[in-house]
Protein backbone atom coordinates (compact mmCIF):
# COMPACT_ATOMS: atom_id res chain seq x y z
CA UNK A 1 0.00 0.00 0.00
CA UNK A 2 3.04 2.20 0.52
CA UNK A 3 3.93 1.94 -3.15
CA UNK A 4 -0.05 2.93 -4.06
CA UNK A 5 0.50 6.03 -2.05
CA UNK A 6 3.94 6.65 -4.01
CA UNK A 7 2.34 6.41 -7.01
CA UNK A 8 -0.75 8.86 -6.80
CA UNK A 9 2.04 11.23 -5.12
CA UNK A 10 4.19 10.91 -7.78
CA UNK A 11 1.11 11.45 -10.17
CA UNK A 12 0.31 14.56 -8.23
CA UNK A 13 3.89 15.85 -9.36
CA UNK A 14 3.78 14.96 -12.85
CA UNK A 15 0.61 17.41 -12.89
CA UNK A 16 2.42 19.87 -11.19
CA UNK A 17 5.30 19.30 -13.91
CA UNK A 18 2.74 19.93 -16.32
CA UNK A 19 0.74 23.06 -14.91
CA UNK A 20 4.40 24.60 -14.38
CA UNK A 21 5.65 23.69 -17.45
CA UNK A 22 2.62 24.02 -20.07
CA UNK A 23 -0.14 26.06 -18.41
CA UNK A 24 -2.23 25.95 -21.72
CA UNK A 25 -2.24 22.34 -21.43
CA UNK A 26 -4.82 22.85 -18.55
CA UNK A 27 -7.75 23.58 -21.48
CA UNK A 28 -6.95 20.59 -23.30
CA UNK A 29 -7.73 18.59 -20.05
CA UNK A 30 -10.52 20.81 -19.57
CA UNK A 31 -12.18 20.24 -22.82
CA UNK A 32 -11.45 16.17 -22.41
CA UNK A 33 -13.51 16.48 -18.69
CA UNK A 34 -16.52 18.54 -19.76
CA UNK A 35 -17.73 16.17 -22.19
CA UNK A 36 -20.83 13.65 -21.34
CA UNK A 37 -20.21 12.12 -18.02
CA UNK A 38 -16.83 12.31 -17.56
CA UNK A 39 -17.33 14.04 -14.14
CA UNK A 40 -19.02 10.78 -12.58
CA UNK A 41 -15.60 9.17 -13.94
CA UNK A 42 -13.82 11.69 -12.23
CA UNK A 43 -15.77 11.46 -9.20
CA UNK A 44 -15.25 7.66 -9.03
CA UNK A 45 -11.64 7.98 -9.54
CA UNK A 46 -11.14 10.30 -6.57
CA UNK A 47 -13.86 7.89 -4.61
CA UNK A 48 -11.37 4.70 -5.30
CA UNK A 49 -8.17 7.24 -4.30
CA UNK A 50 -9.43 8.69 -1.39
CA UNK A 51 -10.49 5.19 -0.08
CA UNK A 52 -7.43 3.63 -0.89
CA UNK A 53 -5.48 6.29 1.08
CA UNK A 54 -7.27 6.51 4.01
CA UNK A 55 -6.44 2.52 3.90
CA UNK A 56 -3.35 2.85 3.36
CA UNK A 57 -2.56 5.66 6.28
CA UNK A 58 -2.07 2.91 8.77
CA UNK A 59 0.94 1.20 6.82
CA UNK A 60 2.81 5.10 6.06
CA UNK A 61 5.35 6.82 8.29
CA UNK A 62 3.35 10.23 8.36
CA UNK A 63 -0.04 8.81 9.01
CA UNK A 64 -1.79 11.25 9.42
CA UNK A 65 -0.41 13.37 5.96
CA UNK A 66 -2.01 10.34 3.88
CA UNK A 67 -4.99 10.46 5.70
CA UNK A 68 -6.21 14.15 5.38
CA UNK A 69 -4.98 13.09 1.10
CA UNK A 70 -7.30 10.45 1.58
CA UNK A 71 -10.28 12.63 3.35
CA UNK A 72 -9.73 15.62 0.99
CA UNK A 73 -10.29 12.90 -1.80
CA UNK A 74 -13.40 11.67 -0.48
CA UNK A 75 -14.97 14.95 -0.24
CA UNK A 76 -13.69 15.90 -3.51
CA UNK A 77 -15.70 12.59 -5.41
CA UNK A 78 -18.62 13.69 -3.02
CA UNK A 79 -18.40 17.30 -4.15
CA UNK A 80 -18.45 15.82 -7.77
CA UNK A 81 -20.93 13.56 -7.24
CA UNK A 82 -23.50 16.04 -6.10
CA UNK A 83 -22.09 18.95 -8.53
CA UNK A 84 -24.60 19.76 -11.20
CA UNK A 85 -23.03 19.82 -14.74
CA UNK A 86 -23.61 22.76 -15.76
CA UNK A 87 -21.99 24.38 -12.45
CA UNK A 88 -18.89 21.64 -12.89
CA UNK A 89 -18.45 23.41 -16.35
CA UNK A 90 -18.34 27.05 -15.44
CA UNK A 91 -16.18 26.14 -12.47
CA UNK A 92 -13.44 24.13 -14.82
CA UNK A 93 -13.75 26.84 -17.64
CA UNK A 94 -13.14 29.67 -15.10
CA UNK A 95 -10.03 28.24 -13.56
CA UNK A 96 -9.02 27.21 -17.03
CA UNK A 97 -8.75 30.93 -17.92
CA UNK A 98 -6.77 32.11 -14.80
CA UNK A 99 -3.64 33.69 -16.29
CA UNK A 100 -0.73 31.80 -16.88
CA UNK A 101 1.27 32.87 -13.85
CA UNK A 102 -1.72 31.97 -11.49
CA UNK A 103 -1.55 28.27 -13.39
CA UNK A 104 1.89 27.88 -12.79
CA UNK A 105 1.57 29.00 -9.09
CA UNK A 106 -1.26 26.07 -9.03
CA UNK A 107 1.84 23.66 -10.19
CA UNK A 108 3.99 24.66 -7.58
CA UNK A 109 1.42 24.36 -4.88
CA UNK A 110 0.63 20.49 -6.57
CA UNK A 111 4.64 19.49 -7.02
CA UNK A 112 4.76 20.22 -3.10
CA UNK A 113 1.79 18.55 -2.13
CA UNK A 114 2.86 15.51 -4.02
CA UNK A 115 6.68 15.24 -2.64
CA UNK A 116 4.39 15.56 1.05
CA UNK A 117 3.02 12.83 0.15
CA UNK A 118 5.82 10.80 -1.30
CA UNK A 119 7.86 11.97 2.01
CA UNK A 120 4.83 10.79 4.21
CA UNK A 121 4.52 7.17 2.44
Known amino acids: MILFVQIIGALIILAGFIYLICPKK ?3 MVKFWIKGRR ?3 AAMINLLI ?3 LVMAAT ?5 WIVYIFGI ?9 FSINRTHFE ?3 LWWSDRPANIIRFMGILAL ?4 LLVYAA
Open 26 to 28: IKG
Open 39 to 41: IYW
Open 50 to 52: GMA
Open 59 to 63: NCEMK
Open 72 to 80: ISLLKAALL
Open 90 to 92: KML
Open 112 to 115: AMGL
